[in-house]
């Protein structure tokens, strides 16, 4: 019962590098998300998928790419990292309920330090 | 468009103490509305949301909420505080209809518990 899984755990880059942060889940699910968690600022969202194939922008995507080659899987990619990127990154995912949304299922979170 | 206000970034009560978490919310179409938790080091959790059915929702853990909408709130409740009740809680809004990508998340309150 894995739900949403996320790879790494815990990260530190230096500024300018670049990485990808894996999102897995074996719901079935329709939509993805990544968000950002920052101090005092809650939840946002930076890129985000409704199937396989597709992604569109979030609130904060500047900086990042994301890729959803597999209706399971949902990359987040940073070409080149700044200060400003550290955060705690999470994913999430949905499924499509008719009449409605439906709640997130979100995985464990990755910590990113930027340095 | 939506928005969501929690108020008070940290809430402390004894234990066996009434918990209110406080949320209000603006939305332009009668909204959908969920309360997250967070413990330390996890990602989000549902404990309860209301689509419009009835007014009082319950959740998991002894929580529930009261959608008031003359009061556009949504305050989260319990009744007994226990220990384990100490994370972050998160209230979000959105949309009908729109998917999971217009959920716009609140700053966060996060309990402390005294024993």
């Known amino acids: 019962n894995a739900g949403v899984t996320q790879t790494p755990k815990f990260r530190v880059l230096k500024t300018g590098q670049s990485m990808t942060l894996l999102c897995a889940q074996d719901?079935?699910?329709?939509?993805m998300y990544w968000y950002r968690q920052d101090p005092g600022m809650g939840l946002r969202l930076i890129h985000y998928?409704?199937?396989?194939?597709?992604?569109a922008k979030g609130e904060v995507p500047d900086g990042y790419n994301v890729s959803r080659l597999k209706k399971q899987n949902f990359l987040l990619g940073l070409e080149s990292a700044a200060p400003s990127q550290t955060s705690v990154y999470f994913c999430?995912?949905?499924?499509?309920?008719?009449?409605?949304?439906?709640?997130?299922?979100f995985g464990q979170g990755t910590r990113l330090t930027v340095v | 468009a939506q928005s969501v206000t929690q108020l008070g970034s940290h809430v402390s009560v004894s234990e066996g103490a009434l918990v209110l978490l406080r949320c209000n919310y603006s939305s332009s179409v009668p909204p959908y509305l969920f309360w997250y938790v967070q413990y330390p080091n996890q990602g989000l959790q549902l404990l309860l949301k209301?689509?419009?059915?009835?007014?009082l929702v319950k959740g998991i853990n002894g929580f529930e909420a009261e959608f008031k909408k003359s009061e556009t709130s949504f305050h989260l409740t319990k009744p007994s505080a226990h220990m384990s009740d100490a994370a972050e809680y998160f209230c979000?809004?959105?949309?009908?209809?729109?998917?999971?990508?217009?959920?716009?998340f609140g700053a966060g309150t996060r309990l402390f518990v005294k024993a």
């Open positions: 209301y689509t419009s059915a009835a007014t």
């Open positions: 979000a809004v959105s949309a009908p209809n729109t998917g999971g990508f217009k959920t716009i």
């Open positions: 998928s409704v199937g396989e194939g597709t992604t």
């Open positions: 719901m079935n699910h329709e939509y």
């Open positions: 999430a995912s949905s499924y499509i309920s008719n009449g409605g949304n439906t709640e997130a299922f």
